[in-house]
Each structure stands twice: as C-alpha cells, then as structure tokens.
C-alpha cells in the first residue's frame, strides 16, 4: 500500500483576495436580513461573473443548493473556517511609530479574530507606555516574549534598515506569519509565510492609472 499522500490543492492569490471579499459580502448580506444568496448576487455585488465565485468555492467543497442558492450564515461560517478566521490569532506588533500607532487602533483586526497582544519598540520614550491597554515592550525581550506568549503573527513596522535584524528575531522564537510595512525584501525560511504592504507601489499604481487612462482589472 502506497504511503504517499494526496497532493494539496495550490488556491491561487487571486482565490483568498475574493474568498475574503465573499466574507465581506456575506457580513453584508447578514445586517440587511438576506437568508439566501444566489452565486449570482454574490458576482454582481464584487464585480464578478457567477461562474467565477461557483469556481473559487467549488475548490473547497460542494456549497448550496442548485435553484435555492447559499444559505448565508452557512456559508460565511465555511469560508471563515476555510481563512483560518474562525479562530483567535494572537498578533505582536514591532516598531510603534505612526504606521504602528494605527494599526493598534485599526479595530477590525479584532472582529476579525486577530487579538494584538504585545507591542514592541527600542525607543526608551515609547517603552513602557500604554497604547489600548497593552503595554509596549522593549525590544531586546522580543524572542523571549513572544515565544512565551506563543504568538504565530507579527506586523513590521521599522525602518528599512533593521528589518531584516527583527525579522530574524522573531523567526528564531517560533512567529509562522510575517506581515511586512518596511519598504525592502526580506529573507524568510520556506515554513515562514511573508506579505509586503508596501503603501507607496500602491500610490504609484494609482499614479500610473491616471497619467496612462489604464483601465483596471477586477479581477480579485
């Protein structure tokens, strides 16, 4: 008998951006009263067509009732699951300057289940002082807190120029997910996942659109 197990399926990027828009949506639907949704509501809602949302659903399972549509509550709860938000994430945030400052404030990060619990900086002005009831930490404790805190996420929000020196930090604790605000590419280990918000590309795309009349793709 063969021990090998069965390949996972590879979702493209595109995929989880629409999964998450179908989450949105589905909230949506939930405050004005809808029970039922058909794909086609789904896709007119998200600039999309009904095959595409049947497509990216049918990557993880059988969903709906052919003529009756989505049950609503039903469907956004596997589609939580399926974004792993069906859970608690414990979250650290790494530079507290004014990036940092408005992610603390940013309160869907709660409601969508990712709990920010420790706040880190070098600055001896900042260490110490509250910030929404959590204390920020000096940075030279980083691996030691967040190994025992077992936090798996971090938000990177220093300079360029020591990014890579906190990124390294916090992989040497046991952080799995890495969502990175300074403007360079960083070196993670293959079982380390790494997403670049980079604000400033996406001005200069918006820049772009305007001075060349492009037309965007809606896509995702």
């Not at 709660?110 to 009831?133: A, E, P, T």
């Not at 990014?163 to 380390?192: E, S």
């Not at 060349?212 to 995702?220: A, D, L, W």
Request: charge should be positive; glycine fraction near 6%.
């Amino acid at each position: 008998m063969s021990s090998e197990q069965p390949a996972k399926k590879r979702i493209s990027e595109s995929t989880i951006h629409r999964l998450s828009m179908y989450y949105r949506t589905l909230s949506l639907l939930q405050k004005e009263g809808y029970e039922t949704v058909s794909s086609k509501e789904l896709a007119n809602r998200e600039k999309l067509t009904p095959a595409q949302v049947r497509k990216d659903l049918s990557f993880f399972g059988s969903f709906g009732t052919r003529g009756l549509g989505y049950d609503v509550n039903e469907l956004k709860a596997k589609i939580g699951e399926i974004l792993g938000i069906d859970r608690q994430w414990k979250l650290a945030i790494i530079g507290i300057g004014n990036i940092g400052s408005a992610l603390v404030n940013y309160k869907e990060f709660s409601r969508q289940g990712f709990s920010i619990v420790k706040l880190f900086d070098n600055d001896q002005r900042k260490i110490g002082s509250n910030h929404k009831g959590i204390i920020v930490s000096d940075i030279k404790n980083l691996d030691k807190e967040i190994a025992e805190d077992g936090i798996e996420m971090v938000i990177i929000t220093v300079p360029a120029t020591v990014a890579q020196y906190m990124v390294d930090d916090v992989v040497r604790a046991g952080v799995k997910a890495i969502l990175n605000f300074a403007p360079i590419n960083l070196k993670v280990p293959p079982n380390v996942y790494l997403r670049n918000e980079n604000m400033s590309m996406e001005l200069e795309y918006l820049s772009f659109a305007i001075v060349n009349n492009h037309t965007p793709k809606n896509s995702k």
